[in-house]
């Protein structure tokens, strides 16, 4: 992760010292590289972070689904449904401006907890 940092960080450096020192296209291929490289670095970032909490997302919903299961099969019916409509009275779509929050997925995990809190959920 620090690797694509340091390179881009070369390039902007190496475009810099170049429009002091060098002739036109070295600076022209400096300059554009720098850029490329950015672009390219903030689009790879972007992706990993994006798998990187669909990934928690996942796994919170899995979560999510089994504690309900879990605490059905117990016959706490009573509380699955009292968590649910907790859960939805709380957290309006519209209170979402650009989408879902971040940590949204904590906020799911403690809804699963509180559902079913043994740590043998569904199984």
Not at 46 to 51: D, E, K, P, S, V
Not at 87 to 97: I, K, S
């Amino acid at each position: 992760m620090v690797m694509p940092v340091f390179i881009t960080a070369f390039f902007i450096v190496m475009w810099i010292v170049a429009e002091f020192r060098c002739l036109r296209w070295v600076r022209l291929i400096l300059g554009t590289g720098a850029i490329l490289v950015s672009v390219g670095l903030t689009l790879f970032l972007g992706f990993f972070q994006r798998a990187d909490f669909a990934d928690k997302y996942a796994r919170a919903t899995w979560n999510f689904a089994y504690a309900i299961e879990a605490a059905i099969k117990q016959g706490k019916s009573e509380r699955v449904v009292s968590e649910l409509s907790t859960f939805r009275d709380a957290n309006h779509p519209e209170r979402f401006d650009l989408g879902t929050p971040r940590h949204f997925y904590q906020t799911i995990e403690s809804v699963a907890g509180r559902i079913n809190p043994s740590t043998d959920a569904g199984r």
